[in-house]
């Protein structure tokens, strides 16, 4: 027994020994490795399998409000800034939060928009995400006039309340009804009035739909110009859409001007852009404005259904706003200034959310950050999600808290990215969100029906379609 205690004792010491010679080892073989770096190098990572490298684990769908697995492993192990292999070229993925913001900063300088494979002979030539310096410059001012505050104020708020009502009007009591479809139709209703006066439930306004998302599937598809790929459908819906747009430029031509209030009216009227040109800013502001925004909304509609403390406090502040109404009005500018709350709400949303969740961007030439040195030609990715969901800038940076945005003011938050770059449609997509909050929690209540989360596919997708069931408020 004794003989046998000793040696349970004796073995347990022996383990603890070789556990810490072997701690010892790792530390030094560490040290010595760290002593040896350059002073600048690459950042540590795993280059993954040839040709390959890790895109697969890279791309894996995981829940929008959580890094995933491939950024907590890696970051884990080798830091915030990492290399590694994907979409078939060196990269350098970034989870920290300065390095994005000196990404994002110094664009056309030392990094530039960079997207995988040829995506200009789908999204066009002229679109913004292909185009790059001076023309990229040019073709931006465009979109960023059209959607500029006083035209949101004076144009795009009548109409996104009146397409907000026009949605809520037709959920009736008790119903179940898909959160992710209802926020869809809205978008696109909203959109195709922005940009063409094409009115909801229009037959033109359902082609165009159907067009879109036929052309939307292409653009994530391998790019086989084959009869019966998702590619080439996606190319001839760029076509059949371009045929609209030439349609009702026709149709204009014969009109006197200043009938319409559309992005068409404005690029005709601004300048001397091709029909082709024309069809690209068009595709743009679908492509930029359609599923994004949607997402977001579904977002707000999930993390506010497990939030009722939160939709109270919104409920607070939206019925003081409609409390100071005299008549039976709509919302204006000054009503929007007030929903100080809900903009903590959409911010709080776009941050646990992460519609976008990076970008892709490459090195122009060797660039030095800190420590690393990122030669020329690689391609670099920050990720906002990572910085959205760490613990760098956010404290419990998993839990919904809209109260946050009360103290927090950071300029590491970039769910729009940022410098000249920055999303064109972003005070759009807040006046959206806003208006939409407004109603919804005035005269609804909802509850999610079945369990359903978002996943990044990387583009943030719900399973289910987040099944609500919605009942009038009674007061
Ligand atoms: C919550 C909704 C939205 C989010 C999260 C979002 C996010 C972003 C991000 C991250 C970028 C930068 C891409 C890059 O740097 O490579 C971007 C660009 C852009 N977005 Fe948005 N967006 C939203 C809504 C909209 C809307 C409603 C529109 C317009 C109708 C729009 C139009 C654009 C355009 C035109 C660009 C290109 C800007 C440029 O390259 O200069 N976005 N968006
Ligand atoms: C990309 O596509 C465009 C239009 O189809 C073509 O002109 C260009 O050469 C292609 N670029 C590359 C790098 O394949
Ligand atoms: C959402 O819309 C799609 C297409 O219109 C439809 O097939 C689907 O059943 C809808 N989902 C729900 C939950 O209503
Ligand atoms: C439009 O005209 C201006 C000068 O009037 C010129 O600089 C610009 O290149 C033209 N734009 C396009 C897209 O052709
Ligand atoms: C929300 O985030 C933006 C940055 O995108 C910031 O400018 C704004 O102050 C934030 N709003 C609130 C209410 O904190």
């Known amino acids: ?227 019966g790929t998702a590619y080439y459908r996606a190319l001839q819906s760029r076509s059949k859409i371009l045929e609209t747009v030439k349609r009702v430029l026709k149709e204009r031509s014969q009109q006197s001007k200043g009938t319409y209030n559309d992005l068409l009216e404005s690029v005709t009227r601004s300048g001397n852009l091709s029909t082709e040109q024309i069809l690209d800013v068009v595709l743009n502001m679908i492509f930029g404005g359609y599923e994004t925004s949607t997402v977001a909304l579904t977002l707000a509609l999930k993390f506010l259904a497990d939030a009722p403390a939160v939709v109270e406090e919104l409920r607070v502040e939206h019925e003081a706003i409609r409390a100071s109404f005299t008549s039976d009005r709509r919302l204006t500018w000054e009503d929007y200034k007030k929903m100080s709350f809900t903009h903590c709400v959409i911010n709080e949303t776009l941050r646990l959310g992460n519609v976008v969740q990076f970008v892709h961007r490459k090195t122009l030439c060797d660039v030095y950050f800190k420590d690393f040195l990122i030669p020329k030609g690689w391609k670099v990715l920050p990720v906002f999600s990572a910085v959205h969901l760490g613990t760098d800038v956010y404290d419990n940076p998993l839990k919904f808290d809209p109260w946050r945005w009360q103290q927090e003011k950071n300029i590491y938050f970039t769910p729009f990215g940022g410098g000249s770059r920055l999303c064109a449609g972003v005070d759009l997509a807040k006046l959206e969100m806003a208006v939409f909050i407004h109603h919804l929690v005035l005269e609804f209540e909802w509850d999610v029906t079945e369990p359903d989360y978002p996943l990044a596919f990387p583009f943030v997708e719900f399973e289910k379609g987040l099944p609500i069931q919605v009942r009038r408020r009674s007061s």
């Open 1 to 227: 027994m004794e003989i046998a205690f000793m040696l349970q004792i004796w073995n347990a010491g022996a383990a603890i020994a070789v556990i810490l010679c072997f701690i010892l080892s790792i530390a030094a073989v560490k040290w010595l490795l760290s002593s040896y770096r350059p002073i600048k190098g690459l950042p540590p990572g795993s280059m993954g399998w040839p040709l390959l490298g890790e895109t697969i684990q890279f791309l894996e769908p995981h829940s929008a409000t959580t890094r995933g697995s491939f950024m907590d492993n890696h970051i884990k192990r080798y830091g915030n800034i990492f290399k590694s292999c994907l979409f078939g070229h060196p990269t350098i993925v970034s989870a920290d939060p300065e390095f994005n913001k000196f990404i994002l900063m110094n664009e056309d300088k030392l990094f530039q928009c960079s997207y995988p494979s040829n995506i200009s002979a789908i999204l066009g030539k002229w679109s913004l995400l292909v185009l790059v310096a001076e023309e990229h410059k040019r073709m931006r001012s465009i979109a960023v006039n059209f959607l500029s505050i006083p035209k949101l104020r004076d144009f795009f708020l009548p109409d996104i309340e009146r397409h907000v009502l026009l949605t809520l009007g037709t959920w009736k009591e008790g119903q179940v009804i898909s959160a992710h479809n209802e926020s869809k139709k809205f978008t696109f209703n909203l959109i195709a009035k922005q940009i063409m006066s094409f009115n909801p439930g229009e037959t033109r306004t359902t082609e165009l739909m159907n067009d879109y998302l036929t052309f939307m599937k292409g653009v994530i598809a391998p790019p086989l110009n084959i009869p």
